[in-house]
């Protein structure tokens, strides 16, 4: 029987687009995805996602390699939260799921200092019963340790969860650990799926 419920935030409770936000401020498609290559795809981001790195130190740092995009890296630093936006019917989901019984978690690659704001930004955040967020743990998706770490830290039986990601090698381990994945693309139907192990939401 499925009692857990594990949500991933990036794309599965938050929407994050970089690409279509960063239209704003430029209309050139080309740049945009090279500029995301450099920045979101980068071994700093990476850092970012572990914790080992501040958000300041990081804009400074790719202000250092790449000063051609200095005026694009300070708008992406300066407002990059706000392309965190909830996906609102994956919340409602979450919000019945926990009605109806079910403990509900998070297991994330985030960013300590985004993690913070929108933690204090979205009261859903509020309702999950632990979480395990990459920049606090300093350990990543898809490294085996941080679905453990969730595990041990709540008593977690695999057997009894569902892991809900974007990335198909996130879900990887989650499923050698022996929990249920769905995964999570723009059209998926997120009730469907978990209605189909039984679920009741």
């Not at 090279?34 to 958000?55: A, N």
């Not at 381990?173 to 929990?179: S, V, Y």
Request: proline letters at 4%.
């Amino acid at each position: 029987m499925i009692r857990n419920i594990i949500f991933d935030l990036g794309n599965v409770l938050l929407y994050f687009k970089p690409d279509e936000f960063l239209l704003q401020y430029t209309q050139d498609k080309d740049y945009i995805q090279e500029f995301i290559s450099k920045v979101i795809r980068s071994e700093i981001w990476l850092k970012l996602d572990r914790g080992t790195i501040s958000l300041k130190k990081a804009e400074n740092e790719f202000l250092r390699q790449f000063p051609e995009d200095h005026n694009l890296i300070r708008i992406f630093f300066e407002h990059w939260t706000e392309m965190l936006t909830p996906i609102n019917d994956n919340v409602k989901i979450l919000q019945d799921l926990k009605s109806n019984g079910y403990n509900i978690y998070i297991l994330s690659n985030f960013i300590k200092e985004a993690f913070d704001i929108m933690r204090n930004k979205y009261k859903f955040l509020s309702l999950f019963d632990g979480k395990i967020i990459s920049s606090y743990e300093q350990v990543i998706k898809p490294e085996l340790e941080i679905y453990q770490r969730l595990i041990i830290k709540y008593g977690l039986i695999p057997e009894e969860c569902i892991f809900i990601d974007d990335i198909p090698p996130f879900l990887s381990h989650a499923r050698k650990l022996g929990m249920k994945t769905i995964l999570f693309l723009p059209k998926t139907d997120l009730r469907l799926e978990l209605c189909k192990f039984g679920v009741n939401v």
